[in-house]
């Protein structure tokens, strides 16, 4: 048995084609796809789970290709946990239907409303298909080929259009997209959720309890929540839409804006992606530095979520003593990448800057200063007998709930699954540096907790380590400019003409990529962040799909509220850690 | 002739209070914030005045001369009513608490206390009770959903602690032998009722941060949960009087209580009665020290969810307080 994930292995193929004889194999140098007919499907997914150990649901999602007879491509992802290996399925849309299957995985819930929301796939059988990000009534799927990128302005708004007259500059366009009216709303809403007991609450989308613009509706009696549903959408920018316009350079800084607090760590996801399909080999100094800023990251977005979350449940004064110590990350990452929070540091190839001089000494610092106030924080939480009675036992995730619903990261960490990416599938520097993945027992609120906590440490013997290996590697290279695909230093496009036309060929045209699709994840602090990059052997990608991992790990949210109480809702949400960005995307 | 001096006298004397407690209150704000300020590592208040001195003025002024919106749907007479339900028993406490000896100026003797009751700790007790309503009405009549789940929740919480705060008194009123909380105070000249009564002070403690709703039990405008529970739809000096009244009328007038009945009032620190200082600074000094304590527990802690409250009141501080009671019944046996 191999130590890092990969593809499904020949052996257990044969296995399957001897089982199924119709399906056909497409095989890529980093992922491996198993055709099968729409009527066969289920059956093949369903032994796949029950017998070949692909328990795992990962991520679903649909291609659109326009020429082809039945349009719409369904693309499922599975992982088995056991022998680690991962497996796609590709499915013809016939009629534009799929049988659902969240039957057998109920993770796919939220997956097939969105793939229906943004491709108008339908699919048989599924509980309650709605949309996912837009409103009920919105009559477009805007992922579809033909849906122009700046929408269909068809909708005159008088109060963007009654201004001052000087105020529209030339090509002002009079009509815009559509916004949903209060009708639509609400007609979004009751197709959420019936209403069964007392009242109904509106939990956001603006409440400071949400953690940014999410929008609960909890059917209560009394204070104690029936039944939930979550609305979506509220930030949901279509990046996937504007990644299909876009070179692989040029979507870089679309990355920071999906986890806007671990922008760090989604640029080296996705980049290292890119650098997969594209071949392209970042020098071992550019390596050392992701590790590094993307352990920063973690710890930076760790304390924010340790800080919100202990101001959710009353304790104001953590929020401040974490802040400041996530201010001198911050000011760290400043310092090296320039900006504090969507810094699009990483490049293909390498990382846009090299380290300033005394980077290491500052970071040093930090990791000496940094355990003690660790220790600041357990002593003010960890035993607290409040802080113990608001999480233990709250919001228990089992072992096989982890598995069904897709829940990656530290939530499934917590529930005792090793499910962690940087071990799992070591990019960049992983493989060299030497940690733990803390594991929890329980599942509830309390041991996430100190699993984040304990990986705040893990990290911090990650930066520690690679700080020691930056110091060797002081003079070498942060780039790999020689690279045909790797867009050369300013300094280089300004000394050779060479490095000008490529500059020139690579920004207007794009990274030429091969034909070739390709399935790689990184692990972000919300969870496996992954990248399906479907590329047509143009400049830009044919299509992006994000696999986000908070978006995911948020869909157990309605399960595990049902019948407890508002008070413990921000605990859980709190618990589960979504941020907005990037469960909207 | 002598009915209008006390008439006169009685007004000013309330009058002096009242404004005091005013200018007491909007300088507690100030404490407070300081006091968060520091725990949290950041200075507080800084820029209007010496470190922020006049700060509580210029809150007053912002608050008194921000625009008084009432949300559409709500019961006005209640919306209003509320704020002040609130605001007014709070300070009408203030007539039973005595913060001084009588002393003689001028020939004149000025006792520091606006009447000296037989019934006061009842009557305490109930002005408290009341106060409970302005939230519950203001939870109500919002006519919105978030203030009637942070009122219900108040009211969930007060009935526990409002049964627990009742027993817990009992102790002090058995040993002094009366109601009046000037006879209590002089009852402690030998020594304080702390020693036999101290279950009965554990309770006072946790009723007194439940009744004003100060973390560990401020669940009632938990704001993560809530937005800001029952006061949500409030604005300006209507909203204004919720903290005032909660967080420090009620609060400082508690704690006073609390002094009285166990520490001693205005009796000197035990071994310090050599000092040359006045019984009504002693009494401050006593009360502050525990109007800090609450602020150090409201700016550590986490919050208990309601269900844990009221678990606690029933099951944890209704027995400590019945025990408090038992206690203190051998004691006067068997002592004095």
Redesign the interface.
């Known amino acids: 048995m191999q130590n890092h994930l990969c593809w499904i292995d020949e052996e257990k193929l044969k296995e399957i084609k001897n089982k199924f004889p119709e399906i056909s194999i497409e095989k890529f140098p980093n992922a491996t796809f198993i055709y099968i007919s729409k009527e066969r499907l289920k059956d093949l997914l369903k032994s796949l789970k029950d017998e070949f150990g692909f328990k795992m649901f990962i991520d679903f999602t649909c291609v659109d290709y326009p020429e082809s007879e039945n349009r719409f491509l369904g693309v499922y992802f599975l992982i088995n946990p056991k022998d680690k290996q991962r497996v796609g399925v590709k499915c013809w849309a016939t009629n534009e239907t799929l049988p659902t299957i969240t039957d057998l995985w109920k993770g796919a819930k939220w997956a097939e409303r969105e793939a229906y929301d943004m491709f108008g796939v339908r699919f048989e059988g599924h509980e309650n298909l709605v949309r996912m990000f837009l409103w009920e009534g919105y009559p477009y799927y805007p992922l579809r080929k033909d849906f122009p990128r700046e929408g269909y302005k068809t909708e005159y708004l008088p109060s963007l259009n009654e201004r001052n007259k000087d105020y529209p500059a030339h090509n002002y366009d009079p009509n815009h997209t559509p916004l949903p009216t209060l009708e639509d709303l609400e007609r979004t809403q009751k197709a959420r959720i019936k209403k069964k007991a007392q009242m109904v609450l509106n939990w956001g989308p603006l409440h400071p309890g949400t953690h940014g613009t999410i929008w609960f509706i909890f059917d209560m009696e009394g204070e104690e929540i029936k039944q939930c549903d979550i609305i979506l959408g509220q930030l949901h920018r279509g990046i996937e839409k504007l990644a299909e316009e876009l070179t692989y350079t040029q979507f870089i800084p679309y990355t920071d804006r999906m986890d806007y607090i671990s922008a760090l760590c989604s640029q080296v996801a996705y980049v290292n992606t890119v650098e997969k399909l594209l071949k392209v080999e970042p020098p071992p100094k550019a390596k050392w530095i992701r590790t590094m800023m993307c352990e920063l990251q973690r710890i930076n977005s760790h304390l924010l979520w340790l800080g919100t979350y202990a101001l959710d449940i009353g304790a104001l004064t953590i929020f401040l003593y974490t802040f400041r110590e996530r201010e001198k990350l911050m000011d760290i990452i400043e310092g090296i990448a320039g900006i504090r929070l969507n810094s699009s540091y990483i490049r293909i190839g390498g990382v846009s800057k090299d380290l300033p001089e005394g980077a290491l000494d500052v970071i040093r610092h930090f990791i000496k200063d940094f355990p003690e106030k660790l220790k600041e924080y357990e002593t003010i939480l960890t035993k607290n007998r409040v802080w113990i009675r608001r999480n233990v036992n709250i919001g228990v995730i089992t072992e096989e709930d982890v598995y069904q619903y897709g829940l990656t990261g530290v939530v499934a960490r917590a529930s005792g699954v090793p499910y962690d990416i940087r071990a799992l599938q070591p990019t960049d520097a992983y493989d060299k540096v030497d940690f733990e993945i803390p594991l929890g027992t329980v599942g509830d609120c309390y041991d996430r907790y100190l699993v984040r906590m304990e990986e705040m440490r893990q990290s911090l013997n990650i930066i520690k380590q690679c700080v020691e290996e930056l110091e060797k590697l002081k003079d070498d290279k942060y780039l790999a400019t020689e690279n045909p695909y790797v867009l050369p230093t300013l300094e280089e496009v300004y000394l050779s003409i060479e490095s000008m036309v490529k500059d020139f060929n690579l920004r207007i045209y794009g990274e030429q990529a091969p034909e070739e699709e390709i399935y790689l994840s990184g692990e972000n602090p919300r969870g496996e962040l992954g990248f399906y990059v479907v590329s047509k052997g143009d400049g830009k990608p044919y299509r992006i799909k994000i696999r986000s991992g908070a978006f995911y790990n948020l869909q157990i949210f309605t399960e595990l509220i049902k019948g407890r109480t508002v008070a413990d809702a921000v605990v859980l949400l709190g618990s589960l850690d979504p941020v907005v960005g990037e469960t909207d995307r | 002739m002598e009915l209008l001096g006390v008439i006169v006298g009685i007004s000013l004397k309330a009058l002096i209070f009242i404004i005091g407690m005013f200018l007491g209150a909007a300088y507690l704000t100030w404490i407070e914030r300081k006091f ?1 300020g520091h ?4 200075p507080g208040p800084l820029h209007v005045g010496y470190h922020g001195l006049l700060q509580p003025i210029a809150d007053a002024l912002k608050v008194l001369t921000k625009e008084d919106l009432v949300p559409d749907g709500v019961d006005k007479f209640l919306f209003y009513l509320a704020s002040l339900m609130a605001f007014v028993p709070a300070i009408m406490i203030l007539a039973v608490v005595p913060f001084g000896e009588p002393f003689n100026i001028f020939g004149l003797e000025i006792k520091p206390y606006i009447t000296d009751l037989n019934i006061a700790l009842i009557l305490a007790l109930a002005f408290g009770s009341i106060s409970i309503y302005g939230v519950i009405f203001a939870g109500w009549a919002s006519n919105s ?2 203030p009637m ?1 942070g009122g ?2 108040k009211a969930a919480v007060l009935i526990g602690y409002e049964v627990a705060l009742g027993f817990a008194m009992v102790g002090p009123i058995m040993q002094a032998g009366s109601f009046s909380l000037k006879e209590i105070v002089e009852a402690q000249s030998s020594y304080w009722f702390i020693i036999p009564n101290i279950l009965g002070f554990v309770v006072i403690l946790f009723a007194i941060l439940a009744e004003t709703g100060r ?2 039990f ?2 009632q405008e ?6 800001s529970g029952y006061n949500t739809e409030y604005t300006a000096m209507k909203f204004g009087l919720f903290p005032l009244a909660e967080w420090y009328i009620a609060t400082f007038v508690l704690s006073a209580i609390a002094v009285i009945l166990f520490f001693g009032g205005w009796q000197p620190f035990p071994l310090l009665g050599w000092l040359p200082i006045p019984g009504i600074v002693w009494f401050f000094i006593k009360v502050f020290a525990l109007f800090m304590f609450f602020l150090w527990v409201h ?10 409250i009221t678990e606690l009141a029933w099951k944890v501080m209704l027995p400590l307080a019945l025990a408090n009671i038992f206690i203190v019944a051998l004691w006067v046996i068997i002592v004095g």
């Open positions: 968060a725990i949290q590592q950041r959903k978030y789940i219900l929740r973390t560990p401020d669940v938990a704001e993560a949960e809530l937005v700016w550590t802690l986490p919050r208990y969810r309601v269900d844990q």
